[in-house]
């Protein structure tokens, strides 16, 4: 199957279990990545492969008949859908769950996150949240893994094997080196870090994926990393909520596109030359500029300059 066809399937499987109301086939058409740029019949003919498609792998797909609307409604009962209760054996929950940290690698996580907001955007109320961390809901959505450091490290710590990478420290552009003895890769709120030894400082430390500049190289041999016994990765990135400064981008939008950013917009102001600007609230310039670098060519972040320069990096990677 191909990335794609997979994609679309995965979209509709959560606009149907996010909604909480049926969908009719020109809801569902606006709303999944995938059927917005085929023709009606294809689009029919592709809706209704897909339908049975995901029926014959067990999904079931509710057809609700409203007496007062013309077209039938579809969605997923999360409750016809959930598993019921698993148990694992200790080695077996340890490798679902490092599968599942690499499934969330492949993008259908943002995948996941596009189909919700584009759902709320066309303005269909949706369960919030559809998903939740392994074993406490249908899909994990807050992970996006596209930092370009990412596939070295995971490398790097899997083969015990140490790295040299230009790191920008938080609120500095000055950009140093660094040698690291990777421990261990870990998410947080949909963020990524780097928990090791630092070479250069002597100590423990841990990297945000995102500000690291530039490749990754390994150093030496494999196997040398020797990780601490006991030692906690996760209170190394040190994960007690934390409030978040929120800001506002000011971002030129092609007229007649990105409808959803449109909607999610605090403000947006025409402009004569056949743009507008729009003012997106945001706290992670990281996280503003992989969307915004997923528009191509139909938005321009004109500021603050952080974001700025997050978009154009990303574009600059993509290039490259």
Wanted: charged letters at 30%; proline letters at 7%.
């Amino acid at each position: 199957m191909s990335r794609r066809k997979t994609e679309r399937l995965l979209n509709l499987v959560i606009c149907l279990l996010a909604t909480r109301r049926p969908l009719s086939a020109e809801q569902i058409r606006q709303a999944v990545p995938g059927y917005d740029r085929d023709g009606d019949e294809a689009f029919q003919r592709m809706f209704e492969r897909d339908k049975n498609e995901l029926r014959e792998i067990g999904i079931p797909i509710d057809v609700v008949r409203d007496p007062w609307e013309d077209e039938p409604g579809y969605r997923i009962d999360p409750q016809s859908y959930e598993l019921p209760e698993i148990t694992l054996e200790p080695d077996e929950a340890a490798v679902l769950g490092l599968a599942a940290q690499v499934w969330q690698r492949a993008s259908l996580a943002e995948a996941a996150s596009g189909a919700l907001l584009k759902l709320r955007a066309a303005g269909v109320a949706t369960d919030e949240p559809v998903g939740g961390p392994i074993g406490g809901g249908a899909l994990e959505l807050r992970v996006d893994t596209r930092d370009p450091a990412f596939p070295a490290l995971w490398n790097a710590v899997r083969d015990r094997r140490v790295v040299r990478f230009d790191y920008r420290a938080s609120g500095s552009e000055t950009v140093r080196a660094r040698t690291v003895e990777p421990w261990g890769v870990v998410s947080r709120r949909g963020r990524w870090y780097l928990a090791g030894f630092d070479r250069d400082r002597d100590a423990p430390r841990a990297f945000r994926l995102s500000r690291i500049a530039g490749a990754v190289t390994a150093l030496g041999r494999a196997g040398v990393v020797e990780v601490p016994h006991g030692v906690d990765l996760r209170a190394m990135v040190g994960f007690p909520e934390e409030p978040v400064d929120e800001r506002v981008a000011v971002i030129r939008v092609r007229r007649g596109t990105c409808e959803g950013l449109r909607q999610l917009a605090r403000a947006v102001h025409p402009r004569e030359d056949g743009w507008d600007e729009a003012e997106l609230a945001f706290a992670d310039p990281e996280r503003l500029a992989g969307w915004m670098a997923s528009l191509g060519a139909d938005v321009e972040v004109v500021e603050p300059p952080d974001a700025r320069e997050a978009v154009i990096r990303r574009l600059k990677g993509a290039l490259a």
